[in-house]
């Protein structure tokens, strides 16, 4: 097995120190962070929600998994971001109310501040009032809203439509993002933008800051 698979098994095992160990190796082999990220981190994620769906693995067992996952971008994430230079803009993140899922969101912030972004994170299970204070302290260009859950997804649109009515829609594009999102149910909700993962939404700030490709 080469250690992208193994890294992939040990995070579905819950080995949060062997994940972080074998990630450090990688690292050090000179294996590039995406490739760990895609091949090993998200392809053994992938893995552990098929075991939750069919109930083959309970949530302490996922909340193992989450960990190890967590520990392992910490390592990546000063491979991912350029330090030092001038911020793009501010984003403000967070994952909307009743939802305690954190590390889809956490990686778009990762991304984010690669490219060059400001990032508030607001955390998980964020009320829409935490929103609107956060907008008026930290005037970010854009929220980013993150939910994982089908029933969660709603409070995107309690939370788009709270800013609208504390008078701070014109101040800020939102976009949104997580497995149960799309397109279609980002403009259904008033949302300025949609992505499907931490990449594209890199690209969905630019298009919506008018920051150019390369910038
Ligand atoms: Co939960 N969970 N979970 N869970 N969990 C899912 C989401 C689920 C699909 C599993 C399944 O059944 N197959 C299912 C949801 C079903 C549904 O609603 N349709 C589910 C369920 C049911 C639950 C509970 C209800 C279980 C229970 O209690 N019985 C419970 C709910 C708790 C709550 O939120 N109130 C629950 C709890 C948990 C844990 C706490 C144990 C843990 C989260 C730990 C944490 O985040 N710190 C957890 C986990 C880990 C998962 C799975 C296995 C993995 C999620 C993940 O981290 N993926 C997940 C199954 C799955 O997705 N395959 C599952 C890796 C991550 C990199 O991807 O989060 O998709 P993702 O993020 C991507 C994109 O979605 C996108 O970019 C990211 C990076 O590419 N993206 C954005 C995300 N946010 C974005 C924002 C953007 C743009 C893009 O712009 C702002």
Redesign the pocket.
């Known amino acids: 097995m080469n250690e992208l698979d193994e890294l992939a098994q040990c995070l579905g095992q819950g080995q949060t120190k062997r994940v972080a160990d074998l990630t450090q190796q990688l690292l050090d082999k000179g294996v590039g962070p995406q490739r760990i990220l895609n091949e090993g981190?998200?392809a053994g994620?992938?893995v552990?929600?098929?075991k939750?769906?069919s109930g083959e693995m309970y949530?302490p067992e996922?909340?193992q998994?989450?960990s190890g996952?967590?520990a392992s971008l910490r390592l990546l994430k000063p491979y991912l971001v350029k330090e030092g230079a001038q911020p793009l803009g501010k984003i403000l993140?967070g994952?909307v109310k009743?939802?305690?899922?954190?590390?889809?969101?956490n990686?778009?912030g990762i991304m984010l501040q690669g490219a060059g972004f400001e990032i508030v994170d607001l955390g998980?299970?964020v009320p829409p009032q935490k929103f609107i204070e956060a907008i008026t302290d930290h005037t970010p260009a854009i929220v980013?809203?993150?939910?994982?859950?089908?029933?969660?997804m709603l409070n995107m649109k309690t939370t788009i439509d709270a800013i609208g009515a504390a008078g701070l829609r014109s101040q800020v594009k939102v976009?949104?993002?997580?497995?149960?999102?799309s397109q279609k149910f980002a403009e259904e909700i008033g949302a300025d933008g949609?992505?499907?993962?931490?990449?594209?939404?890199v690209d969905?700030v630019k298009q919506l800051l008018g920051v150019s490709a390369q910038g």
Do not use: F
Not at 98 to 105: F, N, P
């Open positions: 981190l998200i994620m992938a552990v929600g098929e939750m769906r949530l996922v909340l998994a989450a996952m967590q993140l994952t009743g939802d305690m899922h954190d590390i889809g969101k990686l778009v998980l299970n980013g809203l993150s939910a994982m859950l089908t029933t969660t976009i949104v993002g997580g497995a149960p999102v949609y992505a499907r993962d931490a990449v594209l939404a969905k």
